[in-house]
């Protein structure tokens, strides 16, 4: 099967891969020329994708960026009930995501041409959406159900993107106390395991002890910061350049060489003292 840009500009070159059923959308009346969304019936290993079941989901190409999971709903629930639908970068096997639990952190900006994945509630819905070729261009933005786009779209999106600081401040808390009551845990199962030797007879060793590390303070930091400065200041200045290097080496062993003289000449002294002198 070619790759999904090639299906892609197939679709608009009005040739359809096969396989695939060309469904005719516009964003509103008064467009002229229609948009083609490839579909065609999502089919896989059994157990290999649990988030879209097969013969129950559809799999939608060539999906604008104007065109969201509300507007797909809305398309396709003439066809039957729309359990889920879920859009993706690229095609591939998913699994059951979890609802984002954030407003603020887990949210994704919609860039370019996607793939949706849409799941009905009963496999007929899949043909009866495919069949939709057979009628006119299906409207996206309509008077009942209106697309923000330009400057409403802009006024739209920046006041998304207004946090209130108190819906803000109490998702955090919730997540700090998720956090700590997590963290409490874990040290309670470590507590409970401490000196328990597992199947093997191994015993779990933790850095826990009578005396527990005292957490370092800014000015402790800064302490070990200023120690270790000076230790570089000190070897740089007594190794500065590389001939300062050999004369260090030629002086140390010089030093020993004139040592290994006068512990000789000590040596003979000592010797000649010792000698036996009858007269």
């Known amino acids: 099967a070619p790759p999904r840009a090639e299906k892609m500009a197939a679709a608009t070159a009005g040739v359809v891969p096969a396989g695939y059923t060309a469904l005719a959308v516009k964003f509103a009346e008064r467009q002229r020329s229609p948009h083609c969304l490839l579909v065609k019936e999502h089919q896989v290993r059994e157990g290999a994708d649990t988030a879209h079941p097969p013969r129950r989901t559809l799999f939608v190409l060539n999906v604008p960026p104007y065109c969201g999971?509300?507007?797909?709903?809305?398309?396709?629930?003439?066809?039957?009930?729309?359990?889920?639908?879920?859009?993706?970068?690229?095609?591939?096997?998913?699994?059951?995501?979890?609802?984002?639990?954030?407003?603020?952190?887990?949210?994704?900006?919609?860039?370019?041409?996607?793939?949706?994945?849409?799941?009905?509630?009963?496999?007929?819905?899949?043909?009866?959406?495919?069949?939709?070729?057979?009628?006119?261009?299906?409207?996206?933005?309509?008077?009942?159900?209106h697309v923000k786009t330009g400057i409403s779209k802009w006024i739209a999106s920046y006041e998304a993107s207004v946090v209130d600081p108190k819906e803000l401040k109490a998702e955090v808390d919730a997540y700090m106390q998720d956090y700590d009551k997590k963290m409490a845990e874990e040290e309670a199962k470590a507590a409970k395991e401490e000196g328990v030797p597992d199947e093997e007879g191994w015993v779990k060793v933790t850095r826990k002890g009578r005396k527990p590390g005292l957490p370092r303070t800014e000015a402790a930091n800064l302490r070990l910061l200023e120690r270790e400065k000076q230790k570089r200041a000190r070897k740089e200045l007594l190794n500065f350049y590389a001939w300062q290097h050999r004369e260090t080496k030629r002086e140390h062993i010089a030093q020993l060489r004139k040592k290994f003289e006068e512990d000789k000449q000590r040596i003979a002294l000592m010797r000649a003292q010792r000698k036996f002198r009858p007269y």
Do not use: M, W
Request: proline share 8%; hydrophobic share 30%.
């Open 69 to 145: 999971p509300d507007s797909l709903s809305r398309l396709f629930s003439r066809c039957g009930h729309v359990q889920s639908v879920d859009i993706c970068d690229k095609p591939g096997p998913g699994e059951k995501k979890n609802k984002p639990t954030s407003k603020f952190f887990d949210h994704k900006t919609v860039k370019g041409f996607q793939v949706a994945y849409v799941v009905f509630r009963k496999p007929s819905g899949v043909q009866a959406a495919k069949a939709l070729s057979q009628e006119g261009p299906l409207l996206i933005s309509t008077e009942s159900n």
